[in-house]
T-cell receptor, first 111, second 111 residues
Framework: QQQVKQSPQSLIVQKGGISIINCAYE??????FPWYQQFPGKGPALLIAIRPDVSEKKEGRFTISFNKSAKQFSLHIMDSQPGDSATYFCAARPGSYIPTFGRGTSLIVHP | NAGVTQTPKFQVLKTGQSMTLQCAQDMNHNSMYWYRQDPGMGLRLIYYSASEGTTDKGEVPNGYNVSRLNKREFSLRLESAAPSQTSVYFCASRGRDYGYTFGSGTRLTVV
């Protein structure tokens, strides 16, 4: 049973474009939604995270949009750069328990 | 540098051999985790340790054992390696905040 569904599996964007990755969840007990960025040969690193009491959080070119009623959240990368090419994982967690990860999105940003 | 250190980085085993993957963190985190990453499957939790002296099974524990040696160290052991255990293994830790810190991974091939 996949509790966090992430799409698309892969994404190709031109430099300067907007990259959008979506995640949907079922468990209404989830109350923390992080995104992780993973470069080839490296471990995932926390990129940005949101709690359901806000609908949007922005850090530089990265924005999380959160829709509690639809049980969906998404990562937007504005002005995408080749250096953003990586695998991105969404996750969701209930309280202090173990998070559930999405299956990942491989992003390629062409120069 | 503060963080999570995993050894070895690469390993090739023959079917039936045993090995231990080592993980150490220097951030004084209570919780530690072992994940495996396979193409298209995202990150799957093998075992975790919420605090020193405790360990619990995750989503895919079969064929693995763990030891929380002290607060810093959390090892993963394969008693009799199988080709299905070919994967990239990540150790992670978490402190009072909600984000994980991952190690750089161990790429294991079982032939």
């Amino acid at each position: 049973q996949q509790q966090v569904k992430q799409s698309p599996q892969s994404l190709i964007v031109q430099k300067g474009g907007i990259s959008i990755i979506n995640c949907a969840y079922e468990n209404t007990a989830f109350d923390y939604f992080p995104w992780y960025q993973q470069f080839p040969g490296k471990g995932p690193a926390l990129l940005i995270a949101i709690r359901p009491d806000v609908s949007e959080k922005k850090e530089g070119r990265f924005t999380i949009s959160f829709n509690k009623s639809a049980k969906q959240f998404s990562l937007h990368i504005m002005d995408s750069q080749p250096g953003d090419s990586a695998t991105y994982f969404c996750a969701a967690r209930p309280g202090s328990y173990i998070p559930t990860f999405g299956r990942g999105t491989s992003l390629i940003v062409h120069p | 540098n503060a963080g999570v250190t995993q050894t070895p980085k690469f390993q090739v085993l023959k079917t039936g051999q045993s090995m231990t993957l080592q993980c150490a963190q220097d951030m004084n985190h209570n919780s530690m985790y072992w994940y495996r990453q396979d193409p298209g499957m995202g990150l799957r939790l093998i075992y975790y340790s919420a605090s020193e002296g405790t360990t619990d099974k995750g989503e895919v524990p079969n064929g693995y054992n763990v030891s929380r040696l002290n607060k810093r160290e959390f090892s993963l052991r394969l008693e009799s390696a199988a080709p299905s255990q070919t994967s990239v293994y990540f150790c992670a830790s978490r402190g009072r905040d909600y984000g994980y810190t991952f190690g750089s991974g161990t790429r294991l091939t079982v032939v």
